[in-house]
């Protein structure tokens, strides 16, 4: 009974991170490759960042790949934003606190940098979107666009992706992508709610209002809060539709996605 207690205690104790799983701990991690941890801050800031880099640099080191490489990116990204806020923060008392996150400052740059070198050539769909998003590269949109119809972006993220080369391209084809990546998701995913804000303000630019009103009333249940819902329910009144109805289709539309049965309104048979 004493040792039953015992090892339930051990399993609820952030220590124990999963090592009854065969799982290093992050400190176990720096103790046995001290490498992967060296070279970020040592104090509690962006204690998150830090985690999710030594992870994926201990994942990546035991099985390489593009998918991880591609993690770190993101990963050293967030942590650059991190550690960068946590640096101009004056420590009266212990200067060498802010050196310290310096340190971390310029070890996302020059990881970000080596990162994106090793990853030029990549194949990797979204390494290819990453490299044109942030450093133009056409030749990675090119092989980017090449794998729209070979199924291999047949996932919502990738699918917003491709949204955003198209926006200011082809407005009926972003918004088709857009509903494309919602039949994707599948129930209990976390879905992105930057979709409805984007089909809303589209419609918007269209003066298709009603469906602006649908799409906006779905993201301010989602929590967004850049849409002005009651002037878009003005202009959906100047058009002669009721909001209550468009309500209606909007609650649909929530139940339909967060069950993954979405299906995109072209293919339905109402008209609104």
């Given at each position: 009974?004493r040792l039953?207690?015992?090892?339930?205690?051990?399993?609820?104790?952030?220590?124990?991170?999963?090592?009854?799983?065969?799982e290093?701990?992050i400190?176990?991690?720096?103790?046995?490759?001290?490498?992967?941890?060296?070279?970020?801050?040592?104090?509690?800031?962006?204690?998150?960042?830090?985690?999710?880099?030594?992870?994926?640099?201990?994942?990546?080191?035991?099985?390489?790949?593009?998918?991880?490489?591609?993690?770190?990116?993101?990963?050293f990204?967030?942590?650059?934003?991190?550690?960068?806020k946590?640096?101009?923060?004056?420590?009266?008392?212990?200067?060498?606190?802010k050196?310290?996150r310096?340190?971390?400052?310029?070890?996302?740059?020059?990881?970000?940098?080596?990162?994106?070198?090793?990853?030029?050539?990549?194949?990797?769909?979204?390494?290819?979107?990453y490299?044109?998003?942030?450093?133009?590269?056409?030749?990675?949109?090119?092989?980017f666009?090449?794998?729209e119809?070979?199924g291999?972006?047949?996932?919502?993220?990738?699918?917003?992706?491709?949204?955003?080369?198209?926006?200011?391209?082809?407005?009926?084809?972003?918004?088709?992508?857009?509903?494309?990546?919602l039949e994707?998701?599948?129930?209990?995913?976390?879905?992105?709610?930057?979709?409805?804000y984007?089909?809303?303000?589209?419609?918007?630019?269209?003066?298709?209002?009603?469906?602006?009103?649908?799409?906006?009333?779905?993201?301010?249940?989602?929590?967004v809060?850049?849409?002005?819902?009651?002037?878009?329910?003005?202009?959906?009144?100047?058009?002669?539709?009721?909001?209550?109805?468009?309500?209606d289709?909007a609650?649909?539309?929530?139940?339909?996605?967060?069950?993954?049965?979405?299906?995109?309104?072209?293919h339905?048979?109402?008209?609104?």
């Open positions: 009974m039953l207690c015992l090892l339930t205690i051990c399993f609820f104790l952030t220590a124990c991170e999963n090592a009854f799983f065969g290093k701990t400190s176990q991690i720096c103790r046995d490759y001290p490498q992967m941890c060296q070279d970020l801050n040592t104090d509690a800031h962006c204690r998150k960042e830090k985690a999710e880099i030594i992870r994926t640099r201990y994942a990546n080191l035991q099985a390489p790949s593009d998918p991880l490489k591609y993690q770190l990116l993101l990963q990204e967030d942590y650059k934003v991190c550690i960068g946590a640096a101009q923060i004056e420590h009266i008392k212990r200067k060498e606190k050196t310290d310096v340190k971390g400052v310029i070890t996302a740059r020059r990881q970000l940098a080596q990162l994106a070198r090793d990853t030029k050539d990549s194949k990797y769909p979204y390494l290819l979107h490299h044109w998003s942030r450093f133009g590269k056409e030749e990675s949109m090119t092989q666009l090449a794998l119809n070979t291999e972006l047949e996932k919502p993220d990738l699918q917003v992706k491709l949204a955003e080369y198209y926006v200011k391209k082809d407005l009926d084809k972003t918004v088709n992508l857009l509903y494309h990546a994707l998701y599948e129930s209990g995913d976390t879905i992105e709610p930057e979709i409805f984007s089909l809303s303000t589209i419609f918007l630019k269209q003066e298709r209002f009603p469906r602006a009103y649908v799409w906006a009333y779905i993201a301010k249940e989602y929590g809060k850049d849409l002005d819902l009651a002037q878009i329910e003005a202009l959906v009144r100047q058009v002669g539709k009721r909001p209550n109805r468009l309500e289709i609650d649909d539309y929530i139940s339909d996605i967060r069950s993954g049965k979405f299906v995109a309104p072209e339905k048979p109402f008209v609104y």
